[in-house]
């Protein structure tokens, strides 16, 4: 874990101040330094990729999981020094372990004390089923059809209620995470986008933001456990929990280099990559939103899941 023992604890100087040190994860820091070293990297990283901009209408997508509340937290307290509004969206995505009356609970409290204004989001009822469900009947992959469902509304939703921005927690890990598994599946324009900020390329898509892009997940759960912020984790999708082969490998690198996936995504930030793949986005026939088909995948899984319903 990130907290380091109490008999370490005597010897570790925080690399700041040389107090004891309390975390160390690829430094020692005491508790004030560490906050405050954290919260920099990412104004710092905000301030080099103009993530934001003055007047800016940010819409965080906050599951109640350490990440995107830490992401949430920071944003917050950078609103009046940057100049922009903040929202925050926790979708209840049908699927009881990930979302539950205590996510909700534990999101909205956050905002309260932060006056930051919240939206819910239903999924089930724009479904007409818990997703679930919805993929038991459509023989659809639980987590890629959750993600894909969450990725419409994050986008549908900001845009309707007049956000131009989408701010996720997405760290270092995710990053290399999805780095390794689009190269391998040769996916270059997905990788290309996988940068800081993706900038719409649609008049209905809004720009993305991943303001954690260079933190790791440990130093996101040290960021809320020293601040004592409530969390609620998906017990599906827990960092500790998940057994993808891909966190296999990449737990196995952290063993032998504690900076690698932080140096990997610093250099993934400055690379050009590019690919000669366009996919063309038009508007689904059906719901409007952007779509590289006739009918976007969305409406596609609604329409199946109807359909076999009423035929049973
Ligand atoms: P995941 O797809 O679970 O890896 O989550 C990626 C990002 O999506 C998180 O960092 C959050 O910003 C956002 N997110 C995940 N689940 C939810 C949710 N239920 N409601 C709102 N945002 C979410
Ligand atoms: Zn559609």
Redesign the pocket.
Known sequence: MTEISQQENKKTKCIACKKPAIVNIMNPFCKECFIKHYERRVENLIKRHKLVRKGDKIL??????K??LS?ANVLSKLREKFDFELGV?????GIPE??NER?LNVVEGFCRERDITFHFYDLSGFLGGTTAEVAKVTRRPLCSL??ML?RYV?NRFARENGYNKI????CAD?VTRFFFKNWISRDFLWISKLKPITVSDHPKVVTRIRPLYEMLEAENLAYIQIQQIPIAG?SR?SYFLRRDKWFDILRLIDEHKKDFKFNFVKALEVAEISSKEKRDFGECANCGEPTDGDVCAVCRVKERYNRIKLSV
């Open positions: 965080v997508a906050v599951s109640g999981g990440d995107s992401c969206l926790h979708i209840d995505v990930c979302t996510t959750c993600g969450k994050f701010a996720t927690g997405h995710d998906c999708c």
